[in-house]
T-cell receptor
């Protein structure tokens, strides 16, 4: 089954404790992206990757890091999480960035930073 | 001003009603228009996809895009309780734009269809 898989689905942690949210897709997609969803603000892009070893900032990259060492994986790293990063996070992928390819989303990771 | 404006609702309708959801936008570079449906505790699921202006129909769902007015709509006919979800409009600029591959979303409209 074609899917985008995120782990963990839920995480409660404390300020300053490094964490990684994993994202994996099995569709051989080139383009992958991270979004956060907040009430009243909708979904906003954090980082994206157009292919292996090619990443760039989205609209709200502060406090986050990403890497793309393999085509299928695109982890999101919070080196020193803070309470304002408490949010619902989604990973998405599409065949490519161009040509208006629709993006497919994972089921989300709810992070609470205390 | 946000690039994409969507009335967050909530919207509550009886089963069988026709539902109209709308978004307006300001960025004339948007060429691809999508509607996603998001159930509670799930990720957004692509519902409708339209390129440029025009209409597209898929079963009970019809998407309309009017680029001259920068206005898009989603109509749901014969609405069902299973349609209860948050509906998100999303837009994508042309491949040559600076926002390469980035979906810009509306806030989402919460829809409840009651039996």
């Amino acid at each position: 089954e074609a899917q985008v898989t995120q782990n963990p689905r839920y995480l409660i942690t404390v300020t300053g404790k490094k964490l990684t949210v994993t994202c994996s897709q099995n569709m051989n997609h080139e383009y992958m992206s991270w979004y956060r969803q907040d009430p009243g603000l909708g979904l906003r892009q954090i980082y994206y990757s157009m292919n292996v070893e090619v990443t760039d900032k989205g609209d709200v990259p502060e406090g986050y890091k990403v890497s793309r060492k393999e085509k299928r994986n695109f982890p999101l790293i919070l080196e020193s999480p803070s309470p304002n990063q408490t949010s619902l996070y989604f990973c998405a992928s599409s065949l490519s960035a161009g040509g208006g390819q629709p993006q497919h989303f994972g089921d989300g990771t709810r992070l609470s930073i205390l | 001003q946000k690039e994409v404006e969507q009335d967050p609702g909530p919207l509550s309708v009886p089963e069988g009603a026709i539902v109209s959801l709308n978004c307006t936008y300001s960025n004339s570079a948007f060429q691809y228009f999508m509607w996603y449906r998001q159930y509670s505790r799930k990720g957004p699921e692509l519902l409708m996809y339209t390129y440029s202006s025009g209409n597209k129909e898929d079963g009970r769902f019809t998407a309309q895009v009017d680029k001259s007015s920068k206005y898009i709509s989603l109509f749901i006919r014969d609405s069902q309780p299973s349609d209860s979800a948050t509906y998100l409009c999303a837009m994508l600029a042309d491949a040559g734009g600076t926002s390469y591959g980035k979906l810009t979303f509306g806030q989402g409209t919460i829809l409840t269809v009651h039996p």
